[in-house]
């Protein structure tokens, strides 16, 4: 990791990771193994799957037998993801910081350095020209390998020990305020979860309203449609706009910005959607992600179709269930329920049309649908702007990272 002019500021050097310590490789610790307590350890998918820069808290643990025939690790180690799907999942890194006794498991590369910062290293070895190089040691198709022979002649410039600390401690602040963002964000959505619980049945009502609720099947207030019938994406249209699967399962509301695009004129008789339409996804191999629904609030929207593996739901008319309401109304817990048994399947779950209008919903007068989906969509406002400030924050760590990882900005004795 030189600069591109190759000269290196003032102090640093250049080595191999080979000079930086020496390399060990983990060993055993299959799934089941995994116990709910005893010695932690750490198996290779959870380098890229559950850790950042650094291993802080364990996740999973073995019992003293798997214990003695794995790799212990020690505080300042350096773990390497050795396989993965993929040359983002290889390579990764963490850095072990704590004091207990611990253990890694196979295909996982272990450096344990002389003398550099492991808080250090473990910033250093995420960071995009550090990635660049592991890239490019990827061995193989479908799980993709990188050892230690290949690691160690991997090449980074190094401050002197003191500037490392400092660099560390720098950026493990602006850490602590992701992680404080991050805990804001979770606490707002937990309290969006218990608020909707309440709300969404009534057992809390806003002051003015008192009407009985009002039973309904869903077949009574609209009809369901399908999304595309194309079966390759060369039937669908050119430049035109679909909601995509993900989309749907990711948002109460439909967010254009999620859009994805279809390539030729399209065919004949597809369903448009509009404003108020709510869709729902039809099949998964898990039932959290059967039945999840999304409603288009957008009106400004000209030309806008639905994905194959959905289907749309169109009120009658905004006179008894508001679009509004209902994009938080079906995502709540007792609709999910009833949408989770209309479900059918085993390894495959899947929802149809007919079983869907079947469901029964009770809902309040229109007005106070208004007032529960105006305070609803605040907390998500609210969420938003949280998580916005969570992407500048990111943003400008990685910006910094950059900048002081590469010595273009030096940090004071």
């Not at 660099?167 to 850490?175: G, P, Q």
């Not at 288009?296 to 739901?313: H, R």
Request: glycine content about 8%; some cysteine.
């Amino acid at each position: 990791m030189t600069k591109n002019n190759n000269i290196l500021p003032q102090g640093w050097q250049t080595k191999s990771l080979g000079q930086i310590g020496t390399f060990f490789k983990g060993k055993g610790i299959a799934k089941a193994e995994i116990v709910e307590t005893g010695k932690p350890c750490i198996r290779y998918g959870q380098i890229y799957s559950e850790y950042n820069y650094f291993v802080e808290e364990f996740k999973s643990f073995i019992d003293e037998t798997s214990a003695k025939n794995s790799e212990p690790i020690f505080k300042n180690d350096l773990l390497f993801a050795g396989s993965g799907e993929t040359l983002a999942d290889i390579g990764k890194c963490v850095a072990y910081i704590k004091e207990e006794e611990a253990y890694a498991g196979g295909d996982i590369v272990i450096l344990r350095p002389n003398s550099e910062d492991a808080h250090y290293l473990g910033y250093l070895f995420n960071a995009d020209e550090f990635k660049k190089q592991t890239y490019k040691l990827g061995q193989g198709h479908s799980v993709v390998h990188i050892y230690s022979s290949s690691l160690k002649n991997v090449k980074v410039t190094l401050p002197p020990l003191p500037e490392q600390q400092k660099i560390a401690k720098i950026l493990a602040t602006w850490d602590k305020a992701i992680k404080l963002q991050q805990e804001l964000i979770y606490n707002k959505k937990q309290y969006k979860k218990a608020v909707m619980k309440k709300l969404l049945t009534g057992e809390v009502r806003f002051k003015g309203f008192s009407e009985k609720w009002q039973e309904y099947h869903l077949g009574f207030l609209g009809n369901t449609y399908s999304g595309l019938s194309g079966k390759s994406k060369e039937d669908f249209g050119i430049g035109l706009p679909y909601i995509p699967y993900k989309n749907i399962y990711g948002n109460p509301s439909i967010d254009i910005t999620y859009m994805d695009y279809v390539n030729i004129k399209p065919i004949e008789n597809q369903n448009q959607v509009i404003y108020g339409d709510i869709f729902f996804t039809v099949s998964s191999e898990t039932p959290d992600e059967v039945g999840m629904s999304s409603v288009l609030l957008d009106k400004s929207i000209e030309e806008l179709y639905l994905n194959s593996f959905c289907f749309g739901f169109r009120l009658n008319d905004f006179k008894t269930l508001l679009p509004e309401f209902a994009s938080h109304y079906f995502r709540g817990d007792k609709f999910r329920f009833e949408m989770l048994k209309a479900a059918q399947g085993a390894t495959r779950f899947n929802l149809s049309k007919s079983n869907v209008t079947k469901l029964k919903i009770v809902i309040p007068s229109v007005a106070e649908q208004l007032k529960i989906a105006s305070f609803l969509s605040g907390i998500d406002k609210e969420t938003k702007a949280l998580e916005c400030e969570l992407l500048y924050f990111q943003k400008q760590k990685q910006g910094l990272m950059q900048q002081l990882l590469t010595g273009k900005i030096r940090v004071k004795n």
